[in-house]
């Protein structure tokens, strides 16, 4: 199984967009300086409440994941990352929780 971890090189570098609350698009660079682990292929940013979310599909050596980031107003971050392949269970949960709120 893939693990993104395992040449993690470093923070993804994420902009804040402000200003709206609907997913966005976004072209992303690299971070870690010159020390770069994975290439983006897609990113979306989703404004919400009181945070901002960061979903970005990437491509290392190891294969394609996805990293999905936090960032809350005080400026603290979360981040998880889980393999391309599993992408379908996650979206599976979250429609099981939609029909629950």
């Known amino acids: 199984m893939f693990d993104p971890m395992s040449d993690l090189a470093g923070d993804s570098g994420i ?5 709206t609350s609907a ?7 690299h971070s870690g300086g010159d ?7 897609h990113s979306v940013t989703i404004h919400a409440a009181q945070r901002t979310f960061y979903i ?14 936090e960032k809350s107003r ?3 971050k979360t981040t998880i990352m889980f393999d391309s ?3 379908d269970k996650f979206i599976a ?7 629950y709120v």
């Not at 970005?56 to 394609?64: F, R």
């Not at 949960?93 to 029909?99: D, N, P, V």
């Open 74 to 76: 005080g400026g603290q």
């Open 56 to 69: 970005d599909l990437k491509k290392s050596a190891n294969g394609k994941f996805f990293k999905v980031s």
């Open 85 to 87: 392949e599993d992408l």
């Open 15 to 19: 902009q804040d967009d402000e200003g």
């Open 35 to 41: 020390r770069k682990f994975a290439d983006e292929i």
């Open 23 to 29: 997913p966005v698009a976004r072209s992303g660079g």
């Open 93 to 99: 949960a979250f429609q099981e929780m939609k029909s």
